[in-house]
């Protein structure tokens, strides 16, 4: 995704402070391992204990390495929100699945626990879908830990819809996989882009 602006960064105005939108590029991959953890640690404190929610950050840094850029053909990307130079949101776009390209996958959405219940989730949703829709899908799905109440709340106040599928989770900040722990999807229909 383009964003307008000086070297595709969109910048933005909000309660009174400027976050910028921008793509991700592999030398963030750090700083998405280090929101992935503060999130992470304050996020799924109820739903895992303190010890399994103490990854390596370099083994996370290179897990956000390979996740965005180690397959292609499922067109990831990385949409970023700084604010003050600090990355305070992140959000993976693609295809759900390379065989259907009309199934946007938005993914390994993570805001920074000092800036919950501002715009930023919505600021990267938005960007998200718009990216989506760029690439020519026309459906987005995602999965959500189902005790994440937080996160839930959040996409069903944008628009998405429990789809009733569910999945065993492997959250990455996590250590180990947590089989007790079950993701549910959820989904929007994305409108065509206005031209």
């Given amino acids: ?31 998405f391992a280090d929101l992935h953890i503060r999130s992470a640690q304050q996020g799924f404190k109820h739903i895992f204990s303190a010890d399994a929610l103490a990854p390596s950050k370099d083994e996370l840094t290179r897990d956000w390495i390979a996740w965005l850029w180690s397959d292609p053909s499922l ?30 996958r938005l993914t390994r959405a993570y805001v920074d626990p000092q800036v919950w219940g501002s715009r930023v989730a919505q600021l990267m949703f938005n960007a ?15 999965w959500i830990m189902e005790p994440n109440h937080r996160a839930r709340k959040t996409v069903e106040h944008l628009g ?14 996590a250590s180990g996989c947590c089989s007790d722990v079950e993701d ?12």
């Fill in 128 to 142: 998200a879908t718009d990216r989506l829709r760029d690439i020519g899908c026309t459906r987005a799905v995602t």
């Fill in 160 to 173: 998405m819809h429990i789809t009733g599928k569910r999945q065993p989770t492997c959250e990455k900040a």
């Fill in 1 to 31: 995704m383009s964003y307008g602006g000086c070297g595709g960064t969109r910048v933005l105005n909000t309660r009174g402070s400027t976050i910028s939108l921008r793509v991700g590029k592999p030398a963030d991959a750090a700083a």
């Fill in 184 to 195: 549910v999807e959820y989904e929007i229909l994305l409108r065509p882009a206005e031209v």
């Fill in 75 to 104: 067109a990831r990307e990385a949409t970023v929100v700084e604010r003050g130079g600090q990355v305070v949101g992140v959000i993976v776009t693609g295809l759900d699945h390379p065989s259907d390209p009309t199934v946007g």
